[in-house]
């Protein structure tokens, strides 16, 4: 086992109260597709949809890659945009924590 330290106190995070999208990755080759987002505290997080399916932060077995790839082909975006639908589904899927989805898409 490599040397470590075990802190007297722990180090402690910023809070993070806001996320944004920094990126969506799509892969439609391998049927994935990965999201990166940003904290207001500059933390940066991530979540991946590869097929086959995984679980997602809350155990539960999360949307493939290709169902999420098939969905963006279909839906009709002109009343809930992109983003707002990516921040949704990180909600759903456990990866970030309930809020409510404000702003004006880009």
């Known amino acids: 086992m490599a040397e ?9 995070k910023p809070t993070q109260s806001t996320i944004t999208i920094d ?10 597709i990965l999201i990166q987002w940003l904290g207001n505290n500059g933390e940066a997080a991530s979540a991946a949809y590869p097929t086959p399916a ?11 890659g290709a169902v999420l790839l098939n969905q963006l082909n279909t839906l009709n975006m002109s009343t809930t945009s992109l983003i707002k639908r990516v921040l949704q589904r990180l909600q759903t899927d456990g990866y970030i924590a309930a809020g409510t989805i404000a702003g004006t898409p880009d």
Do not use: F, Y
């Open 4 to 12: 470590l330290v075990t802190l007297t106190t722990p180090i402690t």
């Open 23 to 32: 990126r969506i990755t799509i892969d439609v080759t391998a049927k994935a």
């Open 54 to 64: 995984i679980l997602n932060p809350l155990g539960a077995l999360q949307p493939t």
